[in-house]
């Protein structure tokens, strides 16, 4: 396994490699198994597999937590190496954002509600830095996780407008066992905060048992899972929304594909969980 920090490196490497189907795992690093499923999955799929690793600054508003962003790189590339990863791609700042950078990527509608709305200028960093990647590493296939629906959904959208020639693959949530979503964000949660943070995917799973047992009122949907998160003292609700899994518009009554998405605050950290659910035509 390589690491390569410049552009031009990952530029020789794939001009090197151009009868090799390449996936792709952008990342921002502090990998977990969420991660590695990701990576497992590229190895199976592809000839090379390449993961970049990149605390994107252009996706974090101004007072998120990109300084405290938790960062190992050792562990990481340990991970990467035991997980079959051919090259890490480890470039800076600077590297990403030269002098006098103005290009933003912007895929409208869907970055609007859900997440967007708390974090207005996170998806366009997201957009642009995996624009950026994919004229970089040049991949077939790219993979990324079905926890971060929102931004799933985007980048599909964002391939298929701009005519971009990559497979996205979305990859299935990987949990704990008392069932909390795997992300580098619950390294923030005290111990405490940990016990309770149990109540997202609690919630969501009162959800889907109620939708499985016929319900299809989205305010009475909605209604268990705010009871199940409110259980928990440190917890506050940024959203909890049902809405369609495509067009990600909320929806009145439950019909076709829809994904049913929240973000809570457990203390000061924001944690994301969701799942679709296949509704009558
Ligand atoms: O999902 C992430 O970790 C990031 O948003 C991504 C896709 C690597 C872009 O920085």
Redesign the pocket.
């Known amino acids: 396994m390589k690491i390569l920090k410049s552009i031009s490196e990952v530029r020789r490497v794939v001009n090197n490699n151009k009868n090799k189907q390449i996936g792709f795992v952008?990342?921002?690093g502090f990998l977990h198994e969420g991660h590695l499923s990701l990576i497992k999955k590229a190895r199976e799929e592809n000839e090379l597999v390449f993961v970049?690793i990149?605390?994107?600054p252009t996706?974090f508003g101004e007072n998120e937590d990109l300084d405290s962003y938790p960062r190992d790189l050792e562990r990481d590339s340990n991970l990467c190496l035991n997980a079959g990863v051919d090259y890490i791609f480890l470039p800076n700042a600077n590297e990403m954002y030269g002098e006098n950078f103005s290009t933003f990527v912007q895929v409208d509608k869907l970055r609007e509600g859900l997440c967007g709305k708390s974090r207005p200028v996170h998806f366009n960093?997201?957009c642009t830095?995996?624009t950026k990647?994919f004229n970089i590493v040049k991949p077939n296939k790219a993979y990324?996780?079905e926890k971060?629906a929102q931004?799933l959904a985007i980048?599909k959208r964002l391939v298929k407008d701009l005519n971009i020639d990559v497979e996205i693959i979305g990859c299935p949530i990987v949990r704990e066992e008392d069932g909390l979503a795997k992300s580098s964000r619950n390294s923030y949660l005290s111990e405490r905060e940990r016990i309770e943070a149990r109540v997202l995917s609690m919630g969501l799973k009162k959800c889907k048992a109620l939708l499985e047992s016929g319900e299809r009122d989205v305010q009475a949907l909605k209604k268990v899972i705010e009871e199940e998160i409110n259980k928990a003292e440190s917890s506050k609700i940024d959203y909890i929304e049902i809405v369609d899994s495509e067009s990600l518009q909320e929806v009145e009554t439950v019909k076709n594909k829809i994904l049913v998405a929240i973000a809570v605050f457990i203390g000061k950290t924001r944690l994301i969980d969701n799942f679709t659910f296949e509704g009558e035509k």
């Open positions: 952008p990342t921002m970049s990149f605390v994107n996706q960093g997201v830095v995996v990647l990324f996780g971060d931004q980048i």
